[in-house]
C-alpha cells in the first residue's frame, strides 16, 4: 500500500493553500508518485499530466475554483487537478465504468469548470465564461490551459482574434512542452522573460536584436535558431509582443516547474483587469525516467510495468498497425500514395509508412479540416491520400468532406480508426457518429472490415476499386477475429440459414452475431456487410423476398444504416417485419468496449436470445 | 446593346497576353461596365469583383492557366476570372439554372482549378496541389487568392502552419480589401513596400521602426496606428517577416488596381522555386460609385437599377428580418440573450440587434468553429446565446455543437438561416444537410417554423422552453405565407380529413402541401411538424392507427425526418403504408429555390397529384 502523507492531507484547492510554502515540492513528489503508480495500473494519460503538477498546484493556489474557471484544453492533463479537488480516493476507478473520467466532467465535480476531450476549444469557452462574467459584472476570472500541440487547430486562432479585443478577466496560459525546440531558442526565451520582467519593458524587437547582436558567443547562434523556426506557434512567442497587441498582457516564459514563480506570475496576471497571457515552459513527463526520455509513447499509455516502463500488453495486432503495414506495402509499388495525420502517427498506425516513405508523409498537426481538404487538393492532381483519423476527430472535418472532397468527387481515402466504441475515453472520443454524418454526404462510399483479412482487402479496394470519398472504418485495439471470411473484398457476404429470418450486421460485433448464430439449432440466415453504405440496387431487391430482418449495429440509431436500409426497402414497396438493436441517440459513457456492447444487447449471449425470439 | 470593343476579342487568357500593355487600362473599364450591367440584372456578388479586376488580369498573363492552378477562396470574386476564360458570352445565365455558377467550378471550365464556395480553403487546396506537382516534378505553380475576411477562418492558419515547410511552387496573394484600416496603416504599408523592394532586403523590423522615430509628421501616427491594430492578421501584415519565417518569400504591399506593378511582383514570385506571399491592396467595389460607398451592401446582391444603386426587391420580409426583429424585441425585455454571428450581421438580419445592443452582440467573423463554442462557453454561466448562421456554413461547426454544446447539456439556439434549397448560390450552398447531420447529435431539437408568426412564436420556444441545443430553421428570403397557423407555437398541427391517407410536411413546403391538400373534394388528414425532432412518443402513439402516411421533406433522405419517422413507427410495429418524397441524396445544382422544389416534386401542383394518386 502506496502512502502520501502529505498529499492526504489535500482535500481540496483550501487544503492546498493552506499548505506552507516549504511541503510544496514534498507534495509535487508524492502527486507524481501517486500518478506513475495509478496509471501504471489504470491506463491513461501518463506524460502530459507528470509536465503540469506544479502549474496545477500554482492555478489552484492563487485563483478560487470553481468560482474562478480552469478550463483545461484536450483535458487529458487535468488528473493532478482532480487529485486535488477531492476525487483522490476514486483515482483508482480512472476511466472504467462509474468510474472517474479521464477528462474534466462537470457532473463529476464544480471544479471541472467545462466538459472536454477534444483539442483547441478552451480559449473560446475560457472567453464565452469571462463575457459571461463581465456582462454579470462577476469578476472572477476564466483562465484556459492550452498546450503548444493545441495550437495548431485553427479554433484556437479564431478564438485569439476574438478574445483579445474584450476588457475580461480572461488568461491564456500556454503550457509548451514542445520538445523539438532546441535549447538555443529556449535560451533566446529565457533572454526575453528577463527583459520582459523590467518595470521599463522594452517594447520593440529591434533592441532584442541589437542586443542579440552584442551578445558574445550565443548571440548568432541564437538568432540563427531564431530564424529557422518554422511554425506559427513558434513565430508567435518568440518575436516581439504579438499577444499584447491583440489586447493580451504577456507574462514569460515562466518555468513551469517553479512553484514560487508560477504564483507569482499569476498573481500579477490576476489583478489587471484585462486580459493576460501567460506563457509557460514544461517538461513533459517531468520526473519519470522513462516517460521523459519518451514522452510520445507515454502520451495515452494502457498498463504497464513502473520499474520499466514496458507496456503489459501488445498492441502489434490492432486494427491500426494492420492498416498501417497494408498502406505501407502498397505505397512501396504506387508513388501516388500519400498518408496524412492530425497529430496522431503513432495512434493510426502511420510510423513505418513515416519512416518508409517522409516525403509522402504528411502530419498537419491538430488540424483535421486542413488535413481533408489538403487531401482533397493532392487528390485534385492524381495522388491517392489517405487520411487516417480517429472517428471522433473527423466530425471537426464534416464541411471539409462534404464541400471540398465528395462535392468535386475526389478520390481520397479516410481511414477512421477508433470507429465504435472506444471504451475508456467516454462521451467526448466515442466513434459513433460517424456513420450517421457522412451517409448525409452524397456520393460517399463506407467499408466496414470485421478481420485483419478484410481489413486489408477492403484497404485496397477503398484506393483502388472506389470512386469519390471512400472511408474505411475499424475499431479501437484488436479483435480475436472469430469470423474467417470467405471473401474478404466483397461488398456483401450472405451465408445460409433458415429463410424465416435474416440476421444482418457489419463491423467487429458480426463475430458476435456469428457465433450466436452458430448456437442455434436452425440458425437464421446471415447477411455481413463489408461495404455499409451506399446499399446497392442489387443488395436491396434480394432483400425484398425477406420475411423478417433483424439487424444489429454499433451506431447511434439516427442515421444508422439500419434506418437508411429500412427506408430503402420501405421505398420498394417491401412489408416485411423489420428490427433493428443499435445504439440509442444518447451520450455513451466510458466502460470496456466489450462491456458496453453488452449493455446495448451487442454481444453474443444477448444476440443469441434475441435470434430465439424471434425464430419461434 | 452594350459594346465591349476590347473584351470582345479577350477569349481565352491567351489572347490577354496577347494584349498590348497600354489596352489593359481600357479593358478593367470594359469589364467593369460588363459587371456591373450583369449583375444589375442577375444579382450576384458585385463588389468583390470590381476589387479583383486587375489583379486577375495580372495574374493570367503571368500564369499560364491551367497548367498553373489558380484557386480563388470562397469564389466569388472570380467573374473577371470567368469573363476572359471563354465564358463572357453566357454571362447572362450567372447563377440562372443551366447557368454559369457564381463560384468556380472544374466542370465548367478547367481554368476552374477547384470547386468552392465555403471560406478559408484556398490555402489547404492549393499546397495539396502544389505538393502533388512537387512529388510529380511538375514545374507549374499553385497560387491560391484568399481575402482578409477569408483569414479569420482558423483553417487558413492550419494550412500556413503547414505550407512553409514546403519547397512548392505555391504562391499565396492576400487581397487584402479591409476598409477598416485607417490610412495611416496604409501608408506605413506603403512605405513598408518601398523597403521591401531592396535589393538589401532589410530583415530586422528594429531599422524599420529606427526609421519611423525620423519620418518627421507621419512617423509617429503611423507607429500609433500600427500599435492599436487588434487582428491577427493586421498584425500578422505589418509586423516584421512573419510569413518569410514560416518559409515563404513575402512581396508586398502591392497596388492591386496597378497591372504593372502586379504583373512585376508575380513574375519574381513565380521565379523563386520556393512558396511566396504576395500582399497585394484592393478597393471594394473599386469603379462604381455606390459600391465603393457601401461595399458591404454591394457584397452580395439582388437586381439592382445601375443609375441608383437601389435593389429592385424589398428583403424587409425575409425571415432572417422577422428573426432579427424578433431576437432584438426578446432582449429588450432580458439582458441574458446574447446575438452571435460569424462575419454575417446583414445577412441573418441581426443589424438591429447591432445597433441596440452592442454589448450583447458578437460578430466572431467566419469562424464558426469558435462561435459555437464560445456561445456554449457563454451559455455554462447562464446566459442565453443565440448564434444566426447559414444552413450552409454550421456544418463547420459539426464537433462543436456535438462535443462542446450538446454533450454538455449547454442552452443555446442556432438560428438556422438559409434552411433548405438557397437557390442562385447552387449546390456549395444549399442547405439540405442540417436535419441529417444535427440529428445524429444526441439532446438536440429542431424547429422549422413556415410563417412569420411561427418564426417569432418557436423562437420564443426555442429561447425559453426548450433544454439542451435548440436549432430554429427557415428558409433563405421570404414567403407569401398562404397557411396562416392556428397555433404558431404547437410542436404539431393536425387537420381534419379523410383518415385513409396522412400527408405529413414542414417548413415552407407545408404551404404547398395545405394548397395542394385544398384543391381535392376529399383533402386527406394533414400532419405539420413545427417541431420537427426528436419526434414525441405521444405523436408517435397517435400516428400508430394511420394505414397510410405520405412524407414530403425538403432535405436529403439519408438522415431526414422521415427516415426517422419510419424507423420509429417500425419499431413501435406500425405495419401501414409508408411513402416520402424528398431531396435526392445528391449535390442539387443552382436555379430558383421553387424552380428546385419543382422538379423534386416538392410544389403544391405535383403534391396534388400524388395525394390524389394515394386517395385512390
Known amino acids: 500500500m502506496e502512502h502520501y502523507p502529505i498529499l492526504e492531507r489535500i482535500n481540496s484547492p483550501a487544503d492546498l493553500r493552506a499548505l506552507p510554502a516549504g511541503q510544496l515540492d514534498a507534495l509535487c513528489g508524492e502527486i507524481r508518485s501517486f500518478l506513475i503508480h495509478h496509471v501504471s495500473r489504470t491506463g491513461g494519460h501518463l506524460a502530459s499530466n507528470l509536465g503540469t503538477v506544479e502549474l496545477t498546484l500554482a492555478l489552484h493556489r492563487v485563483f478560487d475554483s470553481p468560482a474562478d474557471s480552469i478550463v483545461w484544453d484536450v483535458g487529458h492533463q487535468s488528473y493532478t487537478h482532480k487529485i486535488i479537488t477531492g476525487r483522490r480516493d476514486r483515482f483508482d476507478t480512472l476511466r472504467q465504468e462509474n468510474g472517474l473520467s479521464g477528462f474534466p466532467k462537470p457532473s463529476e465535480s464544480p471544479h471541472d469548470a467545462f466538459a472536454v476531450g477534444h483539442s483547441s476549444t478552451s480559449i473560446s469557452v475560457a472567453y464565452g465564461i469571462s463575457q459571461a462574467n463581465h456582462l454579470k459584472n462577476n469578476p472572477h476570472h476564466a483562465i484556459a490551459v492550452i498546450g503548444d500541440g493545441a495550437f495548431t487547430g485553427g479554433m484556437a486562432y479564431e478564438a485569439l482574434n476574438n478574445a483579445g479585443r474584450s476588457r475580461n478577466n480572461l488568461i491564456i496560459v500556454l503550457n ?6 532546441s535549447r538555443n531558442v529556449g535560451a533566446f526565451a529565457r533572454y526575453l522573460s528577463t527583459i520582459r520582467a523590467q518595470p521599463a519593458y522594452l517594447r520593440f524587437k529591434g533592441r532584442v536584436e541589437k542586443v542579440l547582436d552584442h ?3 550565443v548571440g548568432g547562434r541564437i538568432k540563427e535558431a531564431l530564424l529557422s523556426s518554422k511554425s506559427v506557434l513558434k513565430y508567435l512567442l518568440y518575436h516581439s509582443t504579438f499577444f499584447e497587441e491583440l489586447g493580451f498582457a ?3 516564459p515562466v518555468d513551469g516547474h517553479n512553484i514560487e514563480e508560477l504564483e507569482l506570475v499569476f498573481q500579477r496576471a490576476r489583478e489587471l483587469g484585462r486580459p ?5 515552459e514544461t517538461v513533459k513527463g517531468k520526473g519519470y525516467e522513462f516517460a521523459e526520455k ?11 510495468d513502473v520499474e520499466t516502463g514496458n507496456p503489459d500488453i501488445s498492441v502489434e495486432d490492432s486494427y491500426s498497425m494492420i492498416f498501417g503495414r497494408k498502406l505501407t506495402e502498397l505505397a512501396a509499388k504506387d508513388r501516388s500514395i500519400c498518408a496524412i495525420t492530425a497529430a496522431m502517427k503513432m495512434g493510426t498506425g502511420l510510423s513505418l509508412f513515416a519512416s518508409q516513405f517522409c516525403s509522402r508523409f504528411f502530419d ?5 479540416q486542413h488535413a481533408v481538404t489538403f487531401a482533397a487538393g493532392l487528390a485534385s492532381r492524381g495522388m491517392l491520400p489517405v487520411f487516417a483519423v480517429y472517428s471522433t476527430f473527423l466530425q471537426r472535418a464534416y464541411d471539409q468532406v462534404l464541400h471540398d472532397a465528395a462535392l468535386s468527387g475526389r478520390h481520397l481515402v479516410l481511414a477512421i480508426d477508433r470507429a465504435g466504441l472506444v471504451g475508456d475515453d467516454g462521451e467526448t472520443h466515442q466513434g459513433i457518429y460517424d456513420v450517421g454524418f457522412l451517409t448525409t454526404i452524397p456520393g460517399m ?4 472490415p470485421s478481420t485483419a483479412a478484410e481489413l486489408e482487402a477492403l484497404l485496397e479496394k477503398a484506393v483502388y476499386r472506389t470512386r469519390g470519398v471512400a472511408a474505411i472504418r475499424y475499431p479501437r485495439g484488436g479483435d480475436p477475429g472469430l469470423f474467417v471470411s470467405p471473401a474478404p473484398d466483397a461488398d456483401t457476404i450472405r451465408l445460409p440459414g433458415s429463410p424465416t429470418l435474416l440476421a444482418v450486421s457489419y463491423g467487429r460485433i458480426f463475430q ?3 457465433l450466436a448464430a452458430s448456437r442455434l439449432e436452425t440458425p437464421p440466415e446471415l447477411l455481413k456487410l463489408n461495404r455499409i453504405w451506399p446499399l446497392s440496387e442489387e443488395l436491396l431487391e434480394s432483400l425484398c423476398h425477406c420475411p423478417s430482418i433483424l439487424f444489429f449495429e454499433e451506431a447511434v440509431a439516427s442515421g444508422s444504416i439500419s434506418e437508411h436500409l429500412l427506408a430503402a426497402l420501405v421505398r420498394r414497396g417491401w412489408r416485411g417485419r423489420y428490427q433493428a438493436v443499435t445504439l440509442p441517440d444518447a451520450f455513451i459513457p466510458q466502460g470496456s468496449a466489450n462491456g458496453l456492447l453488452e449493455r446495448y444487447h451487442l454481444r453474443a449471449d444477448a444476440m443469441e436470445q434475441r435470434l430465439r425470439e424471434e425464430m419461434t
Open 364 to 368: 498537419v498537426g491538430i488540424a483535421e
Open 176 to 181: 509548451h512542452n514542445d520538445m523539438s525546440i
Open 445 to 448: 462510399t463506407i467499408y466496414a
Open 294 to 304: 519518451k514522452p510520445q509513447a507515454f502520451h495515452g499509455v494502457s498498463r504497464f
Open 512 to 514: 458476435e452475431l456469428s
Open 276 to 280: 493576460a497571457f501567460v506563457y509557460v
Open 250 to 252: 504577456f507574462f514569460g
Open 215 to 217: 551578445t558574445p558567443l
